[in-house]
């Protein structure tokens, strides 16, 4: 089963819209409760650092027999250092977004705790391609 969505970028009023549908059909298919807040948190994070940094992109998801696939792509400017990316508390968010609570230097570590696999690929002037993987079971 596959889901496919649109983010546009720096409309904060839709954030999250992406991640709260698959929350609901997760729910209405009846995967464990654990599985759908990890998902949901995990798909959240990615889908607001679109809206912030990335000018939108587009989000598949695909529902397999063991595992949910979460991929994110946008033709943003990409992430210029991936290893500082993933630290706590670092940010290039805008102070736009900060000013409404966004852009706290958290996204990448709380999809990487809540996921069993985050695989980033990002290239300067191109875009980014975020893999989020996680196994169904509670």
Known sequence: MNFEYQVTGDDYAL????????????????????????????????EINMVIHAQGGS???????????????DTG??????????EEGYTTASEA???LGFGAGM???????NSDSLHIDSIMGVGTTVT??????D
């Open 15 to 46: 954030v999250g819209r992406a991640s709260s549908d698959i929350k609901k059909k997760l729910k209405q298919l009846g995967i464990p409760m654990g599985t759908i807040k990890r998902t949901a948190i995990s798909m959240y994070e990615a």
């Open 59 to 73: 989000i598949h998801v695909d529902l397999e027999d063991e595992q949910i696939r979460i991929v994110l792509k």
């Open 77 to 86: 400017p990409g992430i210029p250092d991936l290893d500082l990316a993933m």
């Open 97 to 99: 977004a900060r000013e």
């Open 107 to 113: 996204g990448l570590m709380n999809i990487q705790r």
């Open 132 to 137: 989020i993987l996680l196994k169904i079971g």
